[in-house]
């Protein structure tokens, strides 16, 4: 028996899924938004602001222990975890509490419970039967581990229980160099652990150019953070204090705790997705530009859909499910021209092509990089941070790329998402002139060397 029918039942009320319900109801559809846990999903409960705000702690910390550089007297007395805890769950409760209101406010039905796929149109939940014109699957990832590996959520973890640790650990190893890897390396760090990264590629952030990866493992370096690239996992053995892990070809790590930050898998298994007819591929869901499933009633769209794993993807996908079935005009989304940060010490971000992806699609002859040194960045100084605005562009024609390293940059990508997606030339940016002393002079900076009238170049 169907108890309710509307125009939206969307499964899963995560960045994607809620982003698709609150457009959709602004549109006018009636929208019934399943969720097991707490809408907010992953990003807002245990992944982006969580993770942030112990990254603005560690920041604290940094600034509290260094103040001495800046002339500043301080006594850094060491890391309060209650408090930094209590600290980061306010962030979360209050922002929890503003989507839950701005929900409620757009007349969306949200049902607690867990749901399952049982027809091109319906999702069931405990006895009760939601039928929607259209469905939408948005039920986000989880934290995968390596065959053998089993969490055990006290000393070998994921990112999860790291975000309730009431401690601050002697020593971490972390087992994966991609984005979670390193924010939490570096927040450990930060609190005073030893830390030890063990990543299988050849460079942390492997996504990142490699000039990224480069500036950053040598940042990590200095603050005394280790890691071994191109080592795979072999095994962990509990030992009286902690972990033991091997690596293959021999070497042994051991720690207090162990956190597997190697991927995230599709949440996908036993929600009879394929029994209703929707094509999967290695768990995800597939679909085509327009996230759309191989079932015509049906959408998917963020972290269950082979697409970038960021929250804000997830929010313009939902945004572009939500308009598509509005019938109003949309495009499908560029995934490189999105923007990707790392908030780890120092932060890493970039949009567009990387050089390696551009040299591969354009030819190395028709390829242009520039690297712009923060050394000759007035405000970089002040911060006392190091690293550097890479572009990349096509030879005499528009930047394909912007990728860049050092404190706070996250914040810089936003102008380089609009350089990079317009299509800017070199000497369009140019002539833009940036604020003085900002960091993002070093943006603008970047683009006068481009254009071949560098003012403050430093190699
Ligand atoms: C530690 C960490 C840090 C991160 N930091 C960032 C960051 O800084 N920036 C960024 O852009 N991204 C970040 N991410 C990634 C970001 O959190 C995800 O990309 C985003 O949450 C994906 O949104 P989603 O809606 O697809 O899935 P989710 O947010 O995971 O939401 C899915 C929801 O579906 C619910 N659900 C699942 N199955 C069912 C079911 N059967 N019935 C009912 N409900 C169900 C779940 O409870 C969940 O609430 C981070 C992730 C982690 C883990």
Not at 44 to 54: F, S, V
Not at 88 to 99: F, H, I, S, T
Request: charge should be negative; aromatic fraction near 4%; proline fraction near 4%.
């Amino acid at each position: 028996m169907v108890d309710t029918s509307v125009d939206l039942v969307i499964l899963g009320g995560g960045s994607g899924g809620y982003a698709c319900a609150l457009r959709a109801a602004e549109l006018g559809m009636s929208v019934v938004l399943i969720e097991k846990d707490k809408v907010g999903g992953t990003c807002l409960h245990r992944g982006c602001i969580p993770t942030k705000a112990l990254l603005h702690a560690a920041e604290l910390a940094d600034a509290a222990r260094e103040s001495e550089k800046f002339g500043i007297k301080t006594t850094f007395e060491g890391i309060d975890v209650a408090g930094v805890n209590a600290y980061k769950d306010g962030v979360v409760n209050r922002l929890y509490k503003g989507l839950t209101g701005t929900v409620s406010s757009r007349k969306i039905q949200v049902v607690a419970g867990k749901g399952r796929l049982v027809s091109p149109t319906a999702v069931q939940v405990g006895d009760s039967t939601f039928q929607g014109r259209h469905v939408v699957l948005a039920t986000g990832s989880y934290a995968r581990s390596l065959p053998g590996l089993d969490i055990d959520g006290e000393r070998v973890i994921t990112s999860d229980h790291a975000l309730e640790l009431d401690r601050v650990p002697a020593s971490v190893m972390v087992l994966g160099g991609g984005v979670i890897g390193v924010e939490f390396a570096s927040v450990w760090r930060s609190f005073g652990a030893e830390v030890t990264i063990v990543e299988a590629l050849p460079h942390l952030v492997p996504l990142e150019d490699e000039a990224s990866s480069k500036l950053l493992e040598r940042v990590f370096r200095r603050r005394g953070i280790k890691f071994t690239l191109g080592a795979r996992f072999a095994g962990v053995e509990r030992t009286g204090t902690g972990v033991r892990v091997s690596l293959e070809g021999g070497e042994a790590i051991e720690s207090e705790l162990l956190l597997v930050a190697v991927g995230r898998g599709p949440i996908s298994a036993g929600l009879g997705f394929e029994a209703v007819g929707v094509s999967m591929d290695r768990g995800f869901v597939s679909v085509d530009e327009y996230c759309r499933t191989s079932v015509p009633t049906i959408s998917a769209v963020g972290d269950l859909i082979p697409t970038p794993q960021l929250a804000h993807v997830g929010f313009g996908e939902g945004i572009l499910v939500a308009e598509r079935l509005a019938e109003l005009p949309v495009v499908p989304i560029d995934y490189p021209g999105v923007p990707r940060v790392t908030y780890c010490e120092p932060e890493v971000a970039s949009v567009g092509l990387t050089e390696a992806q551009a040299v591969e699609k354009y030819g190395a002859d028709k390829v242009a990089t520039l690297s712009y040194n923060l050394g000759g960045n007035g405000k970089s100084q002040i911060l006392r941070t190091s690293g550097a605005v890479k572009l990349v562009a096509v030879k005499d024609g528009p930047v394909l790329g912007v990728h860049m390293v050092g404190s706070r940059v996250g914040e810089l990508v936003a102008e380089a998402q609009l350089i990079v997606n317009w299509e800017a030339l070199p000497s369009e940016v140019a002539q833009l002139i940036h604020p003085h002393p900002t960091q993002s002079e070093a943006v603008g900076e970047a683009h006068l060397a481009l254009a071949g009238k560098p003012l403050h170049a430093h190699n």
